[in-house]
């Protein structure tokens, strides 16, 4: 029997989201997960994994479903160094995943921002960094191990079962309990990384080329201002220059996180104040270089608390709606004390990316805690939708199937998948329901 079964209500990391399942339980490998997968269905319960809670969405919503949690699945499998390949069960952090490729000289190409994630829930929601060559995290797949519904432990690759790995390598929880991955490594490297302030129109004139340049680009820009923070991470081959150590902190923890909260506290009880707040804001970020592990380059604490609605637009409509969002937000009476972040992806091939097929920019607005909306980010959502914007599947938006068929050229393979797979319908919700429909 899987161990740790217990009962309580579940909330994500935003607090915006929460559930209380029939029961939770914390399976040991992909048989334990396979029995629970059986006993569920037998009882005619439904199944829902979960990772850190780092969806703004309800995708990992159990409601009074059995809910699968991945402590216990944290195992390092294997690591071919020849392959280039390292397999992990899902439940392991990015955080430990990173420290233990560091430890053998070997990396991730690309990632997000953040690194308390599961490698599990950060692949099915389809996390990304920026990169004008390397894509998500879901595109550094090489295999996956999935439990279905019927409770068979299969895995794919793109020569074995190669119709579930297009669809298992981002499949939303829709097919299954995913209980490990393989993962494309590369030898370990160093980024050089290179912050700077610019002017909006500044950083829109030159966008095409920072975004080509450079390996890794992308910009926050402050609403009610004209300030962006401009960050171009490129390879270097040393040697290392980090940070020092209290400059670190000053600026990544307590300047980013401990004053960032207090600041943001004072706009959500005066948001008359927060145009003045972002301007001081805006030129508090100073030009700083420095070079270090890719991944401590890549990361960063994220300890204030919000909400975030993102969409990836095409990369030749970018520009257009980034005016077309500050000319909104000017002529708005909101007050948006969060910056608006822009990064970038090539097109990849996977089923349900917001890349697939296209270049793409995303383009993310943020409400810290307890901030009313005011129709933000429903207005935000508006304008992106009139480009062609894709939702991030972890983070907040109003789409359903009929929208996202049309966005998506492979949507109906993906749902043709979950048919054959999980025909009964064992790992929906209502958020599964609302985007991949009945």
Not at 35 to 44: I, N, S
Not at 184 to 206: C, I, Q, S
Not at 313 to 340: G, H, M, N, Q, Y
Not at 369 to 378: K, N
Request: aromatic share 8%; glycine share 8%; net charge negative.
């Amino acid at each position: 029997m899987p161990h740790g079964t217990t009962t309580g209500t579940w909330s994500n990391w935003a607090g915006n989201q929460t559930a209380r399942p029939a029961r939770a339980v914390a399976p040991g490998s992909a048989e334990e997960i396979a029995e629970t997968v059986r006993r569920a269905a037998e009882q005619g319960q439904r199944v829902k994994a979960v990772g850190s809670g780092h969806s703004f969405t309800a995708i990992a919503s159990a409601g009074d479903a059995v809910l699968v949690r991945p402590d216990a699945l944290t195992a390092v499998r294997s690591l071919d160094r020849e392959a280039g390949t390292v397999t992990v069960e899902s439940g392991l952090p990015l955080s430990r995943l990173n420290r233990l490729l560091a430890a053998a000289g070997l990396s991730l190409t690309n990632m997000g921002d953040i690194e308390v994630q599961t490698v599990a829930g950060a692949t099915s929601t389809g996390t990304h960094g920026t990169g004008r060559d390397s894509g998500s995290l879901a595109a550094q797949i090489r295999a996956v191990e999935i439990v279905l519904a019927d409770g068979s432990i299969r895995t794919c690759s793109p020569t074995e079962d190669p119709e579930l790995f297009q669809g298992a390598r981002l499949g939303l929880g829709a097919l299954g309990v995913v209980s490990a991955l393989t993962f494309a490594v590369e030898p370990a490297f160093l980024l050089t990384a290179h912050e700077k302030p610019m002017r909006f129109d500044e950083v829109l004139a030159g966008f095409d080329d920072l975004a080509s340049v450079n390996e890794h680009f992308e910009f926050y820009w402050f609403p009610h201002t004209d300030l962006c923070t401009t960050k171009r991470n490129n390879r270097s081959p040393g040697p290392a220059a980090p940070l020092p150590g209290f400059r670190a902190w000053l600026d990544d923890d307590f300047l980013s996180n401990t004053v960032w909260e207090g600041v943001c506290r004072v706009g959500r009880r005066f948001p008359a104040a927060i145009p003045t707040i972002a301007q001081v804001a805006g030129r508090a970020w100073s030009e700083r270089t420095y070079t270090d592990t890719a991944y401590k380059v890549f990361t960063s604490p994220r300890k204030v608390r919000f909400i975030e609605m993102e969409y990836a637009v095409p990369r030749e409509a970018a520009t257009t709606v980034l005016r077309e969002l500050k000319a909104l937000v000017e002529r708005s009476d909101w007050r948006i004390s969060f910056p608006v972040e822009v990064r970038v992806a090539p097109a990849d091939d996977l089923w349900l990316s917001t890349a697939s097929g296209r270049d793409s920019v995303y383009i993310a607005v943020h409400l810290y805690r307890g901030t009313a909306d005011s129709g933000y980010f429903t207005e935000v959502e508006r304008l992106m939708t009139a480009h062609q914007g894709r939702p991030h599947w972890g983070k907040l938006h109003t789409r359903d199937a009929e929208y996202l068929a049309g966005a998506y050229p492979h949507f109906g393979d993906f749902t043709a998948l979950r048919d054959k797979v999980d025909p009964g319908r064992v790992f929906a919700n209502d958020y599964l329901r609302r985007v991949l429909g009945d």
